[in-house]
């Protein structure tokens, strides 16, 4: 029971904009009225807002480990020691996983969700989670190079495609299907490594385009209603011209909800260059896409300089990215399901496209007329850590800063973006609120989180005002989640948990004798054995599925 | 045989890395044994019907007396209390929430970690730290795979069901015919059985593997060769050539190596450039690496000392966060420099494998043992715990060699906790006694 008083609330979900009330928790919710024997916080001077969520990062799974274990030089340098009760770790850009969870909640973020894993890695993940510590969290499957959907597509077999992708979601206690460069697998296991590049080209060994994929499985998520849409990290992520692809998608998804993850790395324009085409920025032409599309919505996917990790099903990508670089690379195939390529990278303000990248990210931010829908990420830790998002606020919210960071880059790249002309739009408290909580909530459907509202999860974070944003938002004074005080000026109080967040659509059982069949004959572990079961979960949310929207319209339109 | 069976479909065999998850068990419950594995691999019948409940053995012994698993779990808990370097060791042989547990004590006092990783393809990890690797799920090597090359390992009598199931002979989605659609070939020092099955067997001489990688890597990258490298490593350039044209010629080209690269001349070198190999032919064709692990959760322990901790093995939390140098840190070296002063083996036997050195000193130090059998190791041990035999009597998770997380089925009841239960009970007694987690005073001399 907790009553904290005097604190300036930002809780935009509700309409309040900073003004001082004060909030009542009990059984870890957030009630109206003062539980009797609450104990008070005095949060005068503080401003308090829901706890952070997360909706695209890489913090657990396969590909998460590897890339853990590909790098101690990135752990020795930033241990995470323990304490009489919490565990220690390692830190760097691909933390262990206590530590990811002590130092999401240092962030003041209670929530985050692991946004690729091949649904074979889903009892690994969870795995993982069990030792991600305080945090709430979920996580993606790819379903955008799975062979056994193609299959079905291809032969026009709609209903089954969509029972068959609510089988997945449900055997592994999944948040919501991904699609990453759809249709990109087949070329680059099955033929010597190559690509797919338009959306409207054959996929290698089937007949079926990308265009198709990307179609159908935004249309099926729509259908089982699930509460995040179909969340796609669209094709030639990271070439110049690939705005026009990001484009083509957005188009692809009308009448429908979809979610453009990273998409910073997607707007990317063209101009001949010495040995070949250099990117411009094309920020303006995405925002303005997603400003007048509402049935749309991204995460930016900032790119912060400084040393990185890409860790992405898009292996072809990670292999363009590893001969520029020339150092170690991993590549990991996953039978039927994905790609996955791992390099350590770093992104340096000089370099021309670094710089770049960084502009546009920050384009799309001040762009963007609709805050709910335009939402914070480095795409973690592929464009920056995690723990770089206090810098980012600050660029965000402090005009003066921005412009002394842009002073040190690139200025060839900078005077292709609209940060040169004066672009000096500062971010309220109100908007940080939105983007890095009540935004990403509500994009996730997830009810209870990123507000104060009666009835919400008791995750609350409380920051001592600072004109320094930066330092204001990498230090909150306490954390709460679920009405654990786990922070307390500073310092860890309480071990928690947290839980996994999932959803479980209907299906016809009748889908398993389509399955069953397929893994006897190609899969490498039993159709029994594949299916992640209760006693795997440990605490664990079910979010509802809602009432499908759209569809018909979508339909009719079509 | 009784009437009183009990059928178990889909059930896991954990004896070695393939981990196969298509054991159809039959056991006998009034016997307390499974009387049929089908499915399974000479090896895994043999492990299947060897793992009957022996309720003979004690459920433990202190210094050789026979004791209740209570009365061991908090001597275990006394010794670890009071050691000031004590060691984790072991892990391979167990499943990952019991590994969880063991990460968890040597993380409350401080105790160096370490798996059998560290003997077998601790190597292979470094050289991954070094360069990377490309790599495949075993049914991705399945459905795709027309080029096949063994190396430094003997896969016919120490995996037999790689050929079977996964490699070789299995059929897949773009290999219809199975070994038809694949050239297979054997890179060893010796005919080993292994060679039955390849196309093409190329014998080097001992301690010459890292010689013939590198020059491999230079006939992909175009260089010349001397062919004098036929006087150093006993195989001709012309087989050389021949292999560089199949690997750069092949559509999916998977390389499974083996101990005879990790534990000879050269090890983590080896490896590397083994790993580096299967990158450079990435320039041509889609090509890939598979280290063959031999322990059935080897993998697991892998997995869960690197996302606990951030390294594979090989790891110190003496300092209040975890540190890693192999070398330094791996158990046959602490124990060969006289440091550990309590051990914790859990699943292993090192008395049985380690140095001389280190077996004495392990003989000096307070032992605790958790094991379903003795071993070379619970016989000098102070402690030693019977425990359930996982994948027969203990359910859980256990990673297939590909990282694979896969379900235990548990078929036989045992009267013996599990090693997670144990370990469990030892963690919350070190707690009470020692009050928390201990935590070193920072800037302290």
Do not use: Q, W
């Given at each position: 029971m907790l009553h904290i008083a005097n604190g300036r609330v930002y809780d935009p979900a509700n309409g309040v904009d900073g003004k001082v009330r004060d909030i009542y928790v009990a059984n870890g919710k957030i009630v109206k009225d003062s539980p009797p024997n609450a104990r008070r916080i005095d949060a005068k001077g503080m401003v308090i807002m829901p706890g952070g969520v997360d909706m695209h990062c890489h913090i657990a799974g396969p590909k998460v480990n590897l890339a853990r274990k590909l790098q101690p030089e990135d752990h020795r340098h930033d241990v995470h020691p323990r304490t009489a009760f919490t565990r220690s770790g390692v830190g760097g850009t691909v933390p262990s996983t206590f530590a990811t969870g002590y130092r999401y909640a240092l962030l003041g973020y209670t929530t985050a969700m692991e946004a690729a894993v091949p649904p074979i890695g889903a009892r690994h993940t969870l795995e993982e989670f069990h030792d991600t510590p305080v945090i709430d969290k979920g996580f993606y499957i790819v379903m955008g190079n799975n062979v056994l959907l193609y299959k079905l597509l291809e032969k026009g077999r709609r209903e089954e495609f969509r029972n068959a992708l609510a089988w997945w979601l449900t055997a592994t206690k999944a948040y919501t299907a991904k699609l990453v460069n759809p249709g990109g697998d087949e070329a680059w296991?099955?033929?010597?490594n190559a690509n797919i590049t338009k959306l409207g080209d054959k996929i290698e060994s089937f007949e079926l385009t990308p265009q198709q994929v990307i179609a159908a499985l935004i249309e099926a998520v729509d259908e089982l209603g699930?509460?995040?849409?179909?969340?796609i990290h669209c094709n030639?992520?990271?070439?110049?011209?690939?705005y026009a692809t990001t484009l083509e998608t957005m188009r692809i998804a009308e009448g429908h909800r979809a979610h453009i993850a990273h998409i910073q790395f997607h707007s990317y324009g063209e101009v001949p260059g010495k040995s070949s085409h250099n990117p411009t920025s094309k920020a303006k032409d995405i925002a303005d896409y997603v400003n007048t599309h509402p049935n749309i919505s991204a995460d930016v996917g900032q790119v912060m300089f400084g040393k990185s990790t890409i860790m992405t099903a898009d292996a072809p990508l990670a292999y363009m990215l590893a001969r520029f670089v020339g150092g170690k690379w991993v590549n990991s195939d996953t039978e039927h399901e994905s790609g996955c390529g791992i390099l350590p990278f770093a992104y340096q303000d000089k370099v021309y496209t670094h710089a770049l990248q960084w502009a546009i990210g920050l384009e799309l931010f001040l762009l963007s007329k609709d805050p709910w829908r335009m939402v914070f990420s480095t795409d973690h830790p592929n464009g920056?850590?995690?723990?770089s998002y206090p810098r980012l606020i600050r660029l965000l919210m402090d005009r003066e800063y921005r412009k002394e960071e842009m002073g040190k880059i690139n200025q060839k790249a900078l005077k292709q973006?609209?940060?040169?002309?004066?672009?000096?739009r500062e971010y309220t408290l109100q908007e940080i609120a939105i983007v890095t909580r009540a935004g990403p909530a509500r994009l996730l459907g997830?009810?209870?989180?990123g507000h104060l509202g009666?009835?919400?999860?008791?995750d609350i974070t409380i920051y001592d005002e600072n004109e320094d944003k930066e330092r204001m938002f990498a230090t909150p004074r306490h954390v709460i989640k679920d009405g654990q005080m786990i922070i307390e000026n500073h310092e860890f109080r309480e071990e928690h948990q947290g839980r996994l967040l999932h959803v479980a659509p209907e299906y016809d059982p009748k889908i398993e004798e389509v399955i069953r069949p397929f893994f006897d004959d190609?899969?490498?572990?039993?159709f029994n054995n594949y299916a992640v079961d209760d006693?795997?979960?440990?605490p664990h949310e079910i979010i509802p599925t809602i009432k499908p929207r759209s569809t018909a319209k979508g339909r009719s339109k079509g | 045989m009784s009437d009183n069976t009990r059928i178990i479909n889909d059930a896991t065999c954990?004896?070695?890395?393939?981990?196969?998850?298509d054991m159809h068990l039959t056991v006998d419950l009034d016997a307390h044994k499974i009387t049929k594995a089908e499915n399974a691999c000479v090896l895994g019948r043999a492990w299947f019907k060897e793992h009957?409940?022996?309720?003979?053995?004690?459920f433990a012994l202190i210094e050789g007396r026979e004791a209740s698993t209570d009365e061991a779990i908090e001597s275990a808990a006394q010794i670890l209390a009071k050691a000031r370097f004590p060691l984790i060791y072991g892990l391979?042989?167990?499943t990952c929430e019991a590994q969880r547990q063991a990460v968890a004590i040597a993380d409350m006092i401080g105790a160096n970690l370490d798996t059998t990783t560290s003997v077998c393809h601790g190597p292979s990890g470094m050289a991954f730290e070094g360069v990377g690797e490309s790599t495949a799920t075993l049914g991705e090597i399945r459905n795709r795979a027309d080029l096949l090359v063994f190396w430094g390992g003997n896969p016919a009598e120490?995996?037999?069901?790689?050929?079977?199931?996964?490699?070789?002979?299995a059929k897949g989605m773009?290999?219809?015919q199975g070994k038809k659609d694949r050239t297979v070939v054997l890179v060893d020092v010796r005919r080993s059985p292994?060679?039955?099955?390849?196309d093409i067997f190329v014998q080097v001489k001992p301690q010459r593997d890292f010689e013939v990688l590198w020059a491999l890597r230079a006939l992909v990258k175009g260089r010349r060769v001397d062919p004098a490298i036929e006087q150093v490593t006993g195989v001709s350039l012309a087989t050389l050539e021949d292999l560089v044209q199949r690997m750069k010629n092949c559509r999916f080209g998977a390389l499974l190596f083996g101990m005879g690269l990790t534990m000879?001349?050269?090890?983590h070198f080896n490896s590397g450039a083994l790993l580096a190999l299967a990158t450079d032919l990435n320039e041509y064709t889609h090509f890939v690496a598979k280290p063959v692990r031999g322990h059935g959760n080897v993998t697991g322990a892998d997995n869960v000392v690197s996302w606990q901790?951030?390294?594979?093995?090989?790891?110190?939390?003496?300092?209040?966060y975890p540190r890693f140098n192999p070398g330094e840190f791996t158990s046959s070296d602490v124990l060969g420099r006289g440091e550990a002063d309590a051990a914790l083996i859990i699943?292993?036997?090192?008395?049985?494998?380690?140095s001389h050195a280190a077996i004495e000193h392990l003989k000096r130090i307070p032992v605790i043992v958790l094991d379903p059998k003795l071993t070379h190791t619970t016989k000098i041990a102070r402690v030693a715990i019977t425990t359930a035999t996982y994948g027969i009597s203990v359910p859980g998770t256990v990673y297939r060699m590909d990282d694979v997380a896969i379900n235990l089925r548990a078929a036989l009841p045992s009267p013996y906790p599990s090693d997670e239960h144990v370990l469990t009970r030892i963690k919350e007694r070190v707690r009470e006694l020692i009050g928390g987690n201990r935590v070193p005073a920072m800037g302290a001399a």
């Open positions: 296991k099955g033929r010597r699930l509460p995040h849409p179909a969340h030639n992520l990271g070439h110049s011209g690939n920056g850590s995690f723990m973006t609209a940060l040169a002309d004066g672009l000096d997830l009810a209870n989180k009666p009835g919400a999860d008791a190609y899969y490498s572990i039993r006693s795997h979960l440990g | 954990t004896f070695c890395g393939c981990v196969c998850d009957g409940i022996d309720e003979k053995r004690p391979s042989d167990t120490s995996h037999p069901r790689l050929f079977t199931r996964y490699t070789v002979t773009y290999t219809p292994s060679v039955a099955v390849a000879t001349r050269g090890r901790t951030g390294f594979p093995f090989g790891v110190n939390l003496g300092r209040g699943a292993a036997d090192p008395a049985a494998n380690f």
